[in-house]
């Protein structure tokens, strides 16, 4: 046969056959505000090693599974108080347990900056899993910091995957200079999607759920947006294409699933996503549970050396001692009542108590039943002290209106013998008096560093202090829990219930 019969040949075979669409199955664990490494709401839901052992099984059934953290790992938590051979851990518990889940990416959270650069830049050091952000720059040298890149590309299967980190401007420390947003996203997503460098383009956010409403708004580009900073899980399609938008739970109470699947002939991406809760349905990996387990027993030893006995029995509730961020920045529970009484009883006399909800940083439910010392550092982490002051009345009734406007934020505020109704602000039953002085216990925080629309309380002249010597915040709960449950034995050993975790022995 003709040498050009053969090549028409040819030709019209592989024209009549085209080649057969491959679809590419891509699967993403989403997680987002992860502070406690061990089960929370009394052990209900949560737990790193549980968490594990979905990752294991996902792996399993789809080897092209990866992990993605919507920002806040380093802090707040209890455990990263501890100080451990005179330093706080500072995060460091954090980073070696996702380095022991084999963990793939993380973008920043306000709370990755808490501790300090120092501590933020040796964390970044010590991880295995790599972290991004589009907007977070080192103040020191204007650019990303060391062990960070602005997005990330990686392929599977043929298919390039962008990323790009985003985290919310506010509460960012002079060390770190955040740009702006939206901004920043539209010129990430122009420089990798339009210019034809990515076929899926993702977003991981750490900032408020319309602001990632907006990001689906405004950047058409956009294919997925995992975001965290609320606490709580949500799942909405926003914009012109429909942009998911997905936040799981805190403390990995759940995790949200997407299964990504990628047609290359015809360049469509569909996506399934659904939400995973982690409860004890999930056996504990043992590896993982054996790191978890090593950083608890440094931490509680490092209590003890801090005149605390973690594992001590504190009160016996019959209520839910409610700490969820969603409800404790809200409103009032019985929890921070508790708390408000505590401050208020720390000094005999006061006329009343304030202090600003972002100090309890538990966000779980405690319920009825036991209560440890140790639960009392998880509600309040950073401890701090309670200062008495003498304040005028037309500051405190300022104070008091700026926390009621700081509904939803770590400046809303809490307090004891204080109510507001129709008429205004009472204290004591008595309606507020501008031109009064009232003996005040105080969170010292917010006379020395401020809160959102608080920041004339600090080194304010007319506040006057009248306490000679300041009180520990998470003393004053335990004496504040004993005085209102004052049956409870403090007897551990006949008492307390053992923990799976093997704590200090």
């Given at each position: 046969?003709?040498?050009?019969?053969?090549?028409?040949?040819?030709?019209?075979?592989?024209?009549?056959?085209?080649?057969?669409?491959?679809?590419?199955?891509?699967?993403?664990?989403?997680?987002?505000?992860?502070?406690?490494?061990?089960?929370?709401?009394?052990?209900?839901?949560?737990?790193?090693?549980?968490?594990?052992?979905?990752?294991?099984?996902?792996?399993?059934?789809?080897?092209?599974?990866?992990?993605?953290?919507?920002?806040?790992?380093?802090?707040?938590?209890?455990?990263?108080?501890?100080?451990?051979?005179?330093?706080?851990?500072?995060?460091?518990?954090?980073?070696?347990?996702?380095?022991?889940?084999?963990?793939?990416?993380?973008?920043?959270?306000?709370?990755?900056?808490?501790?300090?650069?120092?501590?933020?830049?040796?964390?970044?050091?010590?991880?295995?899993?790599?972290?991004?952000?589009?907007?977070?720059?080192?103040?020191?040298?204007?650019?990303?910091?060391?062990?960070?890149?602005?997005t990330v590309i990686f392929e599977v299967e043929g298919i390039k995957i962008g990323m790009v980190g985003i985290t919310l401007r506010s509460l960012a420390k002079d060390f770190v200079t955040i740009n702006d947003p939206m901004s920043t996203a539209q010129k990430a997503a122009t420089q990798l999607k339009e210019k034809g460098s990515v076929d899926v383009l993702i977003m991981l956010t750490h900032q408020d759920l319309q602001e990632d409403v907006h990001f689906a708004e405004q950047i058409p580009?956009?294919?997925?947006?995992?975001?965290?900073?609320?606490?709580?899980?949500?799942?909405?399609?926003?914009?012109?294409?429909?942009?998911?938008?997905?936040?799981?739970?805190?403390?990995?109470?759940?995790?949200?699933?997407?299964?990504?699947?990628?047609?290359?002939?015809?360049?469509?991406?569909?996506?399934?996503?659904?939400?995973?809760?982690?409860?004890?349905?999930?056996?504990?990996?043992?590896?993982?549970?054996?790191?978890?387990?090593?950083?608890?027993?440094?931490?509680?030893?490092?209590?003890?050396?801090?005149?605390?006995?973690?594992?001590?029995?504190?009160?016996?509730?019959?209520?839910?001692?409610?700490?969820?961020?969603?409800?404790?920045?809200?409103?009032?529970?019985?929890?921070?009542?508790?708390?408000?009484?505590?401050?208020?009883?720390?000094?005999?006399?006061?006329?009343?108590?304030?202090?600003?909800?972002?100090?309890?940083?538990?966000?779980?439910?405690?319920?009825?039943?036991?209560?440890?010392?140790?639960?009392?550092?998880?509600?309040?982490?950073?401890?701090?002290?309670?200062?008495?002051?003498?304040?005028?009345?037309?500051?405190?009734?300022?104070?008091?209106?700026?926390?009621?406007?700081?509904?939803?934020?770590?400046?809303?505020?809490?307090?004891?013998?204080?109510?507001?109704?129709?008429?205004?602000?009472?204290?004591?039953?008595?309606?507020?008096?501008?031109?009064?002085?009232?003996?005040?216990?105080?969170?010292?925080?917010?006379?020395?560093?401020?809160?959102?629309?608080?920041?004339?309380?600090?080194?304010?002249?007319?506040?006057?202090?009248?306490?000679?010597?300041?009180?520990?915040?998470?003393?004053?709960?335990?004496?504040?829990?004993?005085?209102?449950?004052?049956?409870?034995?403090?007897?551990?050993?006949?008492?307390?219930?053992?923990?799976?975790?093997?704590?200090?022995?």
């Amino acid at each position: 046969m003709p040498k050009n019969k053969i090549l028409w040949l040819i030709c019209t075979l592989v024209f009549a056959f085209p080649v057969s669409a491959k679809v590419v199955n891509i699967t993403l664990v989403q997680a987002n505000d992860v502070y406690e490494m061990t089960p929370v709401n009394g052990g209900r839901y949560g737990g790193l090693a549980r968490l594990q052992t979905l990752i294991k099984q996902l792996k399993s059934e789809n080897p092209n599974t990866y992990t993605l953290l919507a920002g806040d790992l380093l802090s707040p938590s209890a455990i990263g108080t501890a100080k451990v051979n005179g330093e706080r851990l500072n995060g460091k518990q954090m980073v070696a347990t996702f380095n022991a889940m084999g963990w793939d990416f993380m973008t920043f959270g306000n709370h990755e900056f808490d501790n300090g650069r120092e501590a933020l830049v040796d964390s970044l050091k010590q991880a295995q899993f790599k972290v991004f952000s589009s907007n977070v720059l080192d103040t020191t040298t204007g650019l990303p910091f060391k062990n960070t890149s602005e997005t990330v590309i990686f392929e599977v299967e043929g298919i390039k995957i962008g990323m790009v980190g985003i985290t919310l401007r506010s509460l960012a420390k002079d060390f770190v200079t955040i740009n702006d947003p939206m901004s920043t996203a539209q010129k990430a997503a122009t420089q990798l999607k339009e210019k034809g460098s990515v076929d899926v383009l993702i977003m991981l956010t750490h900032q408020d759920l319309q602001e990632d409403v907006h990001f689906a708004e405004q950047i058409p580009e956009i294919d997925l947006i995992l975001g965290g900073h609320e606490h709580e899980n949500a799942y909405l399609r926003r914009g012109a294409n429909f942009t998911p938008i997905a936040k799981a739970d805190a403390n990995a109470r759940s995790v949200y699933i997407h299964n990504l699947a990628y047609d290359t002939r015809a360049k469509s991406l569909t996506i399934d996503s659904h939400l995973q809760i982690i409860d004890s349905r999930f056996q504990e990996d043992p590896a993982v549970k054996k790191v978890v387990s090593a950083w608890v027993n440094k931490a509680f030893e490092a209590f003890r050396e801090d005149g605390f006995e973690p594992e001590q029995l504190v009160a016996v509730t019959d209520v839910p001692l409610d700490g969820l961020e969603a409800n404790v920045r809200g409103g009032d529970t019985h929890l921070t009542s508790l708390v408000a009484e505590s401050a208020l009883s720390a000094y005999p006399g006061s006329d009343l108590s304030l202090l600003n909800a972002g100090s309890i940083r538990i966000d779980d439910i405690l319920p009825p039943g036991d209560v440890t010392q140790y639960d009392v550092i998880r509600i309040l982490p950073f401890g701090g002290e309670y200062s008495q002051v003498s304040m005028p009345g037309d500051i405190l009734e300022k104070a008091l209106d700026a926390g009621d406007q700081n509904r939803g934020k770590g400046g809303f505020l809490h307090h004891a013998n204080v109510e507001k109704g129709k008429s205004g602000w009472t204290v004591k039953g008595i309606p507020l008096d501008p031109k009064a002085n009232y003996a005040v216990s105080i969170a010292s925080f917010l006379i020395e560093r401020g809160d959102t629309g608080l920041e004339f309380l600090v080194d304010n002249p007319r506040i006057k202090n009248l306490s000679g010597g300041l009180v520990d915040s998470r003393f004053a709960l335990i004496d504040e829990l004993q005085s209102t449950y004052p049956e409870t034995s403090t007897d551990v050993s006949a008492t307390s219930v053992t923990s799976d975790y093997n704590y200090a022995e």
